[in-house]
């Protein structure tokens, strides 16, 4: 009995209550009462959908991590709306990005953080979870947004989930 009444996915619930306390209007006893329902009960129907559990060893990196996306985000806005309104053509480009990120959830994070950031978009994952294709709006080479990628995503990422 006890088991159904655990949290299965305990980090998923507290970002959730902690969502919910900020979507609703102000903190009251219902909201909390309502967050804390919500917190248990939507992992508790998407539990089939986690193979594994996700082993956050470090999660303190997680505000800095969305802040830096954050950040990366307004300046890729500027610079898109930049070589929209100038005459140079942009330089599309598609790269097989090498992915040394093993987790299923550490790879869906990075997907969605690079297609988060305006001028880039994550458009596969390999079956074999090795190698994500990525379409870049304006990029020199491949090496260049490989580089970008690695170092400002997939290293943070990969030392909050080893």
Known sequence: MFDRLSFPQPWLSLILFVIWQFLSDGVSGASV???LILAWGIPQMTQAFWPERPIFTKPWRLP???MRVLWDIVIASVQVARLILSPRKPRPIFVCYP????????I?????????????VSVD???DNKI???HALDAESSEEVINAVR????????????
């Open 64 to 66: 800095a991590y969305l």
């Open 151 to 162: 170092t400002r995503y997939e290293q943070p990422l990969q030392e909050m989930f080893k």
């Open 132 to 134: 994500l294709l990525i």
């Open 108 to 120: 869906s994070l990075l997907a969605s953080t690079i297609s988060l950031t305006p001028g880039t």
């Open 33 to 35: 009462v309502l967050g």
């Open 125 to 127: 994952v390999s079956d």
């Open 99 to 106: 992915l040394e990120l093993e987790q299923p959830l550490a």
